[in-house]
């Protein structure tokens, strides 16, 4: 038992000192991705952002306005299946009172696909078409992201076939390409853009959850801790559920006054070890296995419909 405490405080104390680590992540190519951005702007009339619905401030790039600058926008929320409705709901409204037209696309399904296609020749009004001397001209458009939110495979429904490189790695899109995508539309693709420094550690690590920052970044089972942390918050249903957990064994736990934080984290984090059968030599909860886990599930949806960020 006094081994066991002992491991216990040191992962306390580790996760203390994780909220103070500094993250920067920034692959090479992205800075020349972001000056070819901006210089295939000057051809372009609307902008297509693609964010995370489960994220969206954390999966917006902060430098969007400076870059694309008078240009009219559209958001992508993406991903809406593995988000939550009634949240979905608010972060629409909420673009929408900033003049932003937003539209909730899962880009699997193909669900918000035909809103999309609607949309753009709306936000591109006639009167700015005729201003510009482009009638029957296509309205030029070019569909920016992050690594991760869902960008090739969003491209590909637009286009109602395999035209960008899909794969599970952040920023496997490469190389520009144009593709038409009706009469009226014709699409510039480029791949995604992450900032050179992450100011908020909460940002970070939504990314992390998400899986933008890989794993290999941070640790597995930091990354995991912290998400569990949060899920206890706000989505401890969920947990309970796709766990199977004792709701009585958690009520004990949440209740007991002589516990920190991170010790109840901990204490849940072990029962769903013991649940999932993660356990070494000795009886001990693999807690790295556990972390990968909570971040597999909680990526592919089967936690439930999560959304990390309120509207």
């Not at 939504?206 to 942390?229: C, H, P, R, S």
Request: some cysteine; overall charge positive.
């Amino acid at each position: 038992m006094q081994r066991k405490n002992s491991e216990l405080n040191n992962n306390i104390d580790d996760s203390k000192k994780f909220s103070k680590v500094a993250i920067s992540w920034y692959p090479g190519h992205m800075a020349k991705t972001r000056r070819q951005i901006i210089e295939d702007l000057k051809l372009i009339d609307i902008v297509v952002e693609i964010l995370d619905a489960r994220i969206p401030l954390s999966s917006q790039n902060p430098d969007i306005k400076e870059i694309i600058k008078d240009k009219m926008r559209i958001v992508i929320l993406n991903k809406c299946d593995l988000s939550c409705e009634k949240e979905n709901k608010k972060w629409v409204e909420n673009f929408e009172k900033q003049g932003i037209p937003a539209i909730l696309v899962d880009s699997v399904s193909g669900k918000g696909i035909s809103e999309v296609m609607q949309k753009i020749p709306q936000v591109y009004s006639n009167e700015k078409y005729n201003r510009q001397g482009r009638v029957g001209k296509s309205i030029r458009m070019i569909i920016l992201g992050i690594p991760n939110v869902g960008k090739s495979s969003f491209i590909n429904r637009l286009a109602k076939r395999n035209t960008a490189q899909v794969g599970n790695k952040p920023g496997v899109t490469r190389q520009k390409q144009w593709i038409k995508l009706s009469n009226q539309i014709e699409l510039l693709d480029t791949p995604g853009v992450l900032w050179p420094k992450l100011d908020s550690q909460n940002i970070a690590l939504n990314l992390a959850y998400t899986g933008t920052i890989k794993d290999d970044v941070l640790q597995t089972i930091e990354i995991g801790f912290e998400l569990l942390k949060k899920l206890t918050r706000e989505y401890m249903p969920n947990l309970i559920e796709r766990y199977k957990l004792s709701e009585g064994e958690i009520k004990d736990i949440m209740d007991n006054k002589e516990l920190q934080e991170n010790e109840k984290v901990l204490e849940i984090m072990n029962l769903i070890g013991k649940k999932r059968g993660a356990i070494i030599s000795g009886g001990e909860i693999n807690q790295e296995r556990v972390a990968t886990i909570l971040l597999e599930d909680f990526r592919s949806g089967k936690l439930g419909k999560i959304t990390l960020e309120k509207g």
